[in-house]
Nanobody
Framework: QVQLAESGGGLVQAGGSLRLSCAAS????????MGWFRQAPGKEREIVAV????????YFADDVKGRFTISRDNAKYTVYLQMNSLKPEDTAVYYC????????????WGQGTQVTVSS
């Protein structure tokens, strides 16, 4: 089992910044990648950004490229999502996710943290 603790959501004006954090605990040695999904009201859940735990390779959704960065602290088993130049369309619940070794899907999800961007 892997437990995830998210923090950093909130309300920000358009053009502002927020940083989300997600700390993993439990069977951390099984973590293959960590990242973030989001779900806006009335929309399907979508991937935002992911980072490979060992190699550090990253993936970003097209609409956040150049605005969001993802990083990790291996010692703390924590992943960060730095969100800059936020837009109202970034408003969503953001979920921290973990994919463990040998799994094709993200098998651990955080409870979610609300990000609201006002225009």
């Amino acid at each position: 089992q892997v437990q995830l603790a998210e923090s950093g959501g909130g309300l920000v004006q358009a053009g502002g910044s927020l940083r989300l954090s997600c700390a993993a605990s439990g069977r951390n040695y099984r973590i293959n990648s960590m990242g973030w999904f989001r779900q806006a009201p009335g929309k399907e859940r979508e991937i935002v950004a992911v980072i490979e735990w060992r190699g550090g390779n990253t993936y970003f959704a097209d609409d956040v490229k150049g605005r969001f960065t993802i990083s990790r602290d291996n010692a703390k088993y924590t992943v960060y999502l730095q969100m800059n130049s936020l837009k109202p369309e970034d408003t969503a619940v953001y979920y921290c996710v973990v994919k463990t070794l040998g799994r094709a899907e993200y098998d651990y999800w955080g409870q979610g943290t609300q990000v609201t961007v006002s225009s």
